[in-house]
């Protein structure tokens, strides 16, 4: 941002715009106002916009609030609260734990949050009589050793999502599963770099996968992971691994979760781990050993992993397909608008 007073136009605009309500998702990056030494403002602005629209119906979206916040995160979440009239959290921790972490400072505790979870599609669940015609498609067919069954490594290949975790194993999984179910099992790696940052991370797993292509054991498929084709490239695979060290994949998960597709992730890892306990839809691991026995008991038992799918499928239907959530955005916009006309804070119950 080169601007210290970027907001002011903002405001300009949606004072002509007049809207029912203004809905504003909330990343640091995006609003930081960095001065000529470099320094940061802490996302001042963002409050000035909020404080300007006062009169405006406001909903906020953060997409960063962290089980324990850092001093700077925390002010700014509590002057986030004050000066929004709703603002909407994914998971229930982050609600609960800030009845720990404002008191903990003297402060009061907000009452105008909302937990509205990240939404899903619904209309993107494909039966196993489908899955041949969408490997033909992706030109899986081609692949002379790929077998029927397949797990899956998608997604953006970044330094945090570490697919050596489970290439580094794979070997040892597939001979495993082949020796107790007589099944050909092969690894599916699929996606692309998006940050060069992350070069030397995506050399080094494409290297691996390399390896492993050669003795027949996975197949390395290039794309960008957006789109449809994002969706039935986890829809080919029994079940999807998501060895992530860092909480940024609530947006890959989604589209697990759209799929009813089983999966197994990291733990702890505060949203991902959050939901795969409340939609029981997948395993967790915090272990090389952990995520060894996890893949090979998953892959050696089909009756699980029905469970698993089919407790994903109720957790979309209930919880986070998007005719559900929506539902849950116009109540937030409902409750907004009638802060500003009564002059009255929106007041929700604690989750505890």
């Not at 945090?160 to 194993?169: F, G």
């Not at 559900?324 to 505890?352: I, M, S």
């Amino acid at each position: 941002m080169q601007r210290r007073d970027w907001w002011r136009p903002v405001v300009d605009k949606i004072r002509e715009l007049d809207p029912y309500c203004v809905h504003l998702e909330h990343e640091y990056g995006l609003y930081e106002y960095v001065d000529e030494r470099g320094i940061g403002d802490n996302n001042r602005g963002f409050i000035a916009l909020l404080e300007a629209l006062g009169d405006v119906p406001t909903v906020v979206e953060p997409h960063t609030v962290h089980g324990r916040l850092r001093d700077t995160e925390a002010e700014f979440v509590y002057q986030m609260c004050e000066a929004a009239d709703v603002v909407l959290l994914k998971c229930h921790y982050q609600k609960w734990r800030l009845d720990w972490t404002f008191p903990g400072y003297g402060w009061p505790v907000p009452r105008n949050i909302m937990v509205v979870p990240h939404g899903a599609r619904s209309d993107r669940r494909w039966g196993v009589e489908e899955v041949p015609k969408l490997r033909e498609e992706l030109g899986l067919n081609e692949v002379p050793h790929l077998g029927q069954h397949l797990v899956g490594l998608v997604g953006w290949i970044q330094s945090n999502k570490r697919w050596d975790i489970l290439t580094s194993m794979w070997e040892e999984i597939q001979a495993e599963i082949q020796a107790r179910t007589g099944e050909e099992w092969d690894l599916l790696a699929a996606g692309t770099m998006r940050d060069p940052n992350h070069l030397k991370d995506y050399q080094k797993y494409r290297e691996e996968l390399e390896i492993l292509e050669a003795k027949g054991l996975a197949h390395y498929y290039e794309f960008v992971p957006r789109g449809e084709v994002y969706y039935k490239v986890m829809a080919v695979c029994d079940f999807v691994v998501l060895p992530s060290t860092d909480e940024t994949q609530s947006g890959t998960l989604a589209r697990i979760i759209a799929l009813n597709k089983p999966y197994i992730t990291t733990a702890p890892m505060e949203g991902l781990t959050a939901q795969t306990l409340e939609s029981e839809g997948g395993l967790l691991f915090t272990t090389k050993k952990m995520l060894k026995e996890k893949v090979i008991r998953l892959a050696c038992d089909p009756a699980l992993r029905l469970q698993l799918g089919d407790n994903l499928r109720r957790y979309l239907d209930e919880v986070v397909a998007w005719e559900v959530v929506a539902r849950q955005y116009n109540e937030a916009y409902e409750l907004a608008r009638w802060a500003v006309r009564t002059g009255t804070c929106v007041e929700l119950e604690p989750e505890f």
